[in-house]
Every structure is written in structure tokens, then in C-alpha cells.
T-cell receptor
Framework: DQQVKQNSPSLSVQEGRISILNCDYT??????FLWYKKYPAEGPTFLIS?????DKNEDGRFTVFLNKSAKHLSLHIVPSQPGDSAVYFC???????????FGTGTRLQVFP | DVKVTQSSRYLVKRTGEKVFLECVQD?????MFWYRQDPGLGLRLIYF???????EKGDIPEGYSVSREKKERFSLILESASTNQTSMYLC????????????FGEGSRLTVL
């Protein structure tokens, strides 16, 4: 039972344009969401997070949007850069546990 | 910076061998986690620990055990390795319960022949 889903395994975007990565979840008890970036042969690194009491969080080029009614979150990267090419994982957590449930990942490729 | 160090980046073992994967964090974090990453499946939680000598099962604990004798060290043990345990293993830590953000090590790629 995949509680966190990233339905697009890959995404290709031109440098300078916007990248939009999507994530859906099924458990309405999730109250905290995170995005991680992973390069090959490295561990995931934290990118940005959002609490369920918010609908938007911004950090530089990265913005995460949360739509609780649709159980959907998205990560926007503007402008996209070649160094953003990586696998992006969304993750979710219930307030009563420290377990992060991860999605399957989306491979982003930013081309010149 | 938080440093999570996994002792072996690459291991090759034979079916039936006992395998130890070691993880050390240097920032006095309370929580430590073991995940495995497989293509198309994302990261799945094997075990986690809130404190020394405490452990809790994650979503896929079968075939694994863990040990946390010291706060900074969390070991994953495969008692009898099998080919379906070939994977990338990722250790992570977080500062305290409810902290949210996990800090990951670089991973250990295990191949079981």
C-alpha cells in the first residue's frame, strides 16, 4: 500500500524554465511533508518542508505547495539549473511518529 | 555540519553470510534510522531507534535486526543474507523526536550473490 505516490518517474526540463514535481498521498493523518534531493552514489539531502497548517513554503528557487483537500503537494523549481538534475523524493510524516514515508522518486533532468 | 558515516560504501557477500552495516553520527542525535532504496520502490524503512538500546520495526523488518549500544552508533544486521536483500542501504539520523528532518549517510550498496 503506497501511501505516498510520485506518479511521474522522470521529468525533463530546459534550463531556465520551471520544474514542477508532483506528489500525492492517501493518509489524511500526515501533517508534515518534506522534499529530498538525491544525486547518484550519495545519500538524500533535505531540500524543503511544509507543515499541514500552511499551503505554501518558499526557499529561494524552491517552493512547495500543499493542497490538503486534494492530498497533493508539488515542488516548483524556478529557474531550473543543470545542477538540479537529480532524483527528488517527497516524504510524509504523521504527528505521532518520526517515521518518514517516502515516495518512489522522480528523476529530473535539466538540459541546456 | 551533521555527519552521518556509513562504514562501507560497497559490499559483496554470499547467500547465507552474516552481514553488518555500521552507521555513526557525530551530532548527538537521538533518533537513527535504516532505510533501503530500490528502483521503483523509493526508500522503505527497515528499523529505527529513539534511544540507546531501543528499537522499533519499520515497514520491512523481516530478515533484519539492529543494535544500538551507543547513542552515536546504529548497526543493521542481516543474519543470513539472501539475494533479495541486494540493495542500497541508507542510514539517517534526526535530532529529537518530532524533529522531522532526517540527515542521511552516503549509503552502502550491498550485493548478495
Amino acid at each position: 500500500d503506497q501511501q505516498v505516490k510520485q506518479n511521474s518517474p522522470s521529468l525533463s526540463v530546459q534550463e531556465g524554465r520551471i520544474s514542477i514535481l508532483n506528489c500525492d498521498y492517501t493518509n489524511s493523518m500526515f501533517d508534515y511533508f518534506l522534499w529530498y534531493k538525491k544525486y547518484p552514489a550519495e545519500g538524500p539531502t533535505f531540500l524543503i518542508s511544509i507543515s499541514s497548517i500552511k499551503d505554501k513554503n518558499e526557499d529561494g528557487r524552491f517552493t512547495v505547495f500543499l493542497n490538503k483537500s486534494a492530498k497533493h503537494l508539488s515542488l516548483h523549481i524556478v529557474p531550473s539549473q543543470p545542477g538540479d538534475s537529480a532524483v527528488y523524493f517527497c516524504a510524509a510524516r504523521r504527528g505521532d511518529t518520526d517515521k518518514l514515508i517516502f515516495g518512489t522518486g522522480t528523476r529530473l533532468q535539466v538540459f541546456p | 555540519d551533521v555527519k552521518v558515516t556509513q562504514s562501507s560504501r560497497y559490499l559483496v557477500k554470499r547467500t547465507g553470510e552474516k552481514v553488518f552495516l555500521e552507521c555513526v553520527q557525530d551530532m548527538d542525535h537521538e533518533n537513527m534510522f535504516w532505510y533501503r532504496q530500490d528502483p521503483g520502490l523509493g526508500l522503505r524503512l527497515i528499523y529505527f531507534s529513539y534511544d540507546v538500546k531501543m528499537k522499533e520495526k519499520g515497514d520491512i523488518p523481516e530478515g533484519y535486526s539492529v543494535s544500538r549500544e551507543k547513542k552515536e552508533r546504529f548497526s543493521l544486521i542481516l543474519e543470513s543474507a539472501s539475494t533479495n536483500q541486494t540493495s542500497m542501504y541508507l542510514c539517517a539520523s534526526s535530532l529529537y523526536r518530532g524533529a522531522g528532518e532526517l540527515f542521511f549517510g552516503e549509503g552502502s550498496r550491498l550485493t548478495v550473490l
